[in-house]
């Protein structure tokens, strides 16, 4: 019944690509288990896109900015002082350029958007159960098959210990993996709650109309709803203050959208609470941390962790990245070269500086960087015009393209206080989820211009 029902939740759809289209879906869920077969069945689909479609692809002009951002770094590469390193440093990055020029021409429909979020959304199941066994009841694993085609290490008790990190090689990586999947599954939820919890007689929702995007059946909904909060609570347990502050942003983005003013005030006056028992003068800290647990104040407030060395905190990483980024404005001293200089200077290893803007403002200097946020700018601009004015997205569709944005937010902020790109897993998903979206900015883009070719002949 299950599986019948989550069927439905995909909607088929007679579509042009689809076996590409199913290859991508069977990528994103086994992803998180297997990189490697994820990562080629990714591959194999961007190739024959780029094979079939190379002329629509080319003629995009965001394509041609990521081009020219993707020759810049080339450049940089080439004036670095270790260029075996920084030409390595390349592929977390070019190769991933070709992905997301493929995937925006292959994505054209909010029901594409649906499907990612369930296939993401279901191939997150394993993967929290992992994690909260390995927390919870100390599982511990290390499987190796065919190399790497499934190679998993599960450490009892998590990494760092105490904290959830299933598959993933840290407790911060996978906090960011669940954010990802938190935000889109939690839209998916609200989408399933809006329509059709009036018809199942569960309560009364505005616009509760049934369409083929929505099952009759209740499961999809239970289903979403045992995801969101199983999300939720492993993300509480990698305790990574920096998910926990993109989840409750996303839920107050979230409720915002849906005008829920009453839930507002709550995750308003829940998160004042935990930052006034964090970050108050004693005597009122005291008050609150009578009902705050020490968990998520001490936390926050590095009571937790004392006596962290100062070459570990993120303010030093910061300013030791921007004064490399002063040193070499125009070209930056070459991918992958941070963490060279910062052991040199610090005498304690790191592979990053904990700001991916910072990062490409060091390694690969100012203008490359300002071209590479100016692009970033220009998706979420042209994506909250798409979500206000286009009269071709109706309610469901809007709020699925809107969980898209806020995932895409969320990677932003993500990225300020960390580098994701440095997780396969994770560098893979962002750019599909930006392809995502520019794929639907372009599709109704070129109706609304289809429309207006029209008008005027009409005229």
């Not at 029902?5 to 069977?26: C, E, G, H, T």
């Not at 869920?29 to 994820?38: K, M, N, Y």
């Not at 509480?236 to 005008?259: D, K, M, P, V």
């Not at 935990?274 to 590095?302: K, T, Y």
Request: hydrophobic fraction near 55%.
């Amino acid at each position: 019944m299950l599986g019948a029902s989550l069927n439905k939740a995909f909607y088929r759809f007679n579509f042009r690509w689809q076996s590409p289209w199913n290859y991508s879906l069977l990528a994103l869920l086994i992803f998180p288990l297997s990189p490697l077969v994820g990562a080629v069945t990714i591959g194999f689909v961007t190739l024959i896109t780029w094979m079939r479609q190379n002329h629509k692809i080319s003629r995009r002009p965001l394509n041609w900015g990521f081009a020219l951002w993707s020759l810049l770094l080339i450049l940089t590469a080439g004036f670095a002082s270790n260029k075996t390193e920084a030409f390595l440093g390349l592929f977390n990055f070019l190769p991933f350029f070709f992905v997301f020029a493929a995937f925006s021409n292959l994505i054209q429909t909010t029901t594409q958007l649906r499907q990612m979020a369930w296939a993401l959304t279901i191939g997150s199941v394993p993967v929290v159960i992992i994690g909260l066994g390995q927390l919870f009841l100390g599982w511990s694993l290390k499987l190796q098959i065919l190399w790497v085609v499934l190679s998993w290490t599960i450490v009892p008790g998590g990494n760092p210990p105490g904290r959830i990190a299933s598959f993933f090689l840290h407790a911060n990586t996978f906090a960011a993996y669940l954010v990802i999947v938190f935000i889109l599954s939690l839209g998916l939820w609200l989408e399933q709650w809006r329509a059709g919890i009036g018809y199942w007689g569960l309560g009364i929702a505005k616009n509760s109309v049934p369409s083929p995007h929505y099952p009759l059946s209740p499961v999809p909904f239970l289903f979403l709803t045992v995801a969101v909060i199983t999300n939720f609570i492993t993300l509480i347990f990698t305790n990574s203050r920096n998910g926990w502050a993109i989840a409750i942003f996303a839920c107050l983005a979230y409720a915002l959208y849906q005008g829920w003013r009453i839930l507002v005030g709550a995750i308003a006056a829940i998160v004042s609470s935990v930052l006034l028992a964090a970050f108050a003068p004693s005597p009122v800290a005291e008050i609150f941390r009578r009902i705050v647990p020490a968990f998520f104040w001490a936390r926050l407030n590095d009571d937790m962790y004392p006596d962290r060395p100062v070459a570990l905190m993120r303010k030093t990483q910061w300013e030791f990245a921007w004064s490399l980024a002063e040193q070499h404005p125009w070209t930056g001293w070459g991918l992958r070269s941070f963490g060279g200089l910062y052991k040199a200077h610090m005498q304690i290893p790191l592979g990053h500086p904990h700001n991916l803007f910072l990062m490409l403002s060091a390694e690969t200097g100012f203008p490359s960087t300002f071209l590479f946020c100016g692009l970033l700018l220009w998706i979420v601009i042209t994506g909250l015009q798409l979500l206000r004015k286009s009269k071709y997205l109706n309610i469901g569709d809007r709020l699925i393209f809107f969980s898209y944005l806020l995932a895409f937010v969320g990677w932003i902020l993500l990225n300020t206080v960390d580098v994701t790109l440095f997780d396969f897993r994770l560098n893979s998903f962002s750019w599909l989820i930006l392809a995502a979206m520019c794929g639907i900015i372009h599709h109704h883009h070129q109706q609304e211009k289809l429309a207006s070719d029209q008008n005027e002949l009409l005229n």
